[in-house]
């Protein structure tokens, strides 16, 4: 760290760190980073607006919020020119998984392939997920059979787990978890490697605040 910076959050008494997060990210190292961070700063205050990746990423960009903790697929943006404009700093790795009901064909196959998904039924998320994007990844040129769309991560394992039909899941998220009527199948595929990330805007000064919760962000990476 550099010395002014490192001078500036020592000195940090007040500030205001305007967050945005996917939920995967509240469940895993938003906790111990915002206790840590409260504890060394406890006049800090946290703005937070939680909602799925794409929004993230656009209130980042438009300035409305200082950091972003959003989940990225290697290759995949959610908003053209994103690489250009904002820094990236990786955290926490998973992957993305299908949860499909228990004793479905898919459950047990070690060989899965895209095709096999031909006709199946399919929950899928709200448009402004990355799991959306996801979804258009694998079926390229496979019709989908989309009977049923919801934004709830926890809604999309019960339609699965009521033999409704198939979704995608982050195992970075708590409701991703097999039994209970729920198996898991792992995508054996380069972009389905996904990490929680920290954006903020490239060339661009930090308050102390921001620059003391990345700093803690990276250290909470650590003991994943």
């Not at 926490?92 to 392939?113: M, S, T, W």
Request: proline share 6%; net charge negative; charged share 20%.
């Amino acid at each position: 760290m550099l010395r002014a910076e490192a001078s500036a959050i020592g000195g940090l008494k007040l500030g205001t760190v305007r967050l945005g997060t996917v939920p995967a990210a509240s469940q895993t190292i938003l906790p111990r980073t915002v206790k840590r961070l409260l504890t060394e700063f406890p006049n800090v205050r946290f703005e937070v607006d939680e909602g799925p990746s794409k929004h993230v990423v656009r209130g980042v960009l438009s300035g409305q919020l200082d950091v972003g903790l959003v989940t990225r697929l290697p290759g995949i943006e959610l908003t053209p020119a994103e690489d250009a404009l904002l820094h990236h700093i990786d955290l926490i790795q998973g992957r993305l998984v299908l949860a499909v009901p228990e004793g479905h064909r898919l459950a047990d196959k070690d060989d899965f392939e895209p095709s096999d998904l031909e006709g199946e039924p399919l929950i899928f998320p709200a448009e402004s997920s990355i799991l959306r994007a996801a979804w258009e990844q694998l079926l390229e040129g496979i019709e989908a059979r989309i009977v049923y769309t919801t934004p709830n991560a926890e809604a999309s394992q019960a339609m699965v787990r009521a033999g409704v039909g198939i979704c995608m899941s982050n195992t970075l998220l708590d409701s991703t978890v097999s039994g209970n009527g729920v198996s898991l199948v792992p995508l054996p595929f380069e972009w389905a490697h996904a990490s929680i990330s920290a954006i903020v805007r490239k060339d661009e000064a930090r308050s102390s605040a921001v620059q003391a919760f990345l700093r803690l962000l990276r250290e909470a990476a650590k003991t994943f």
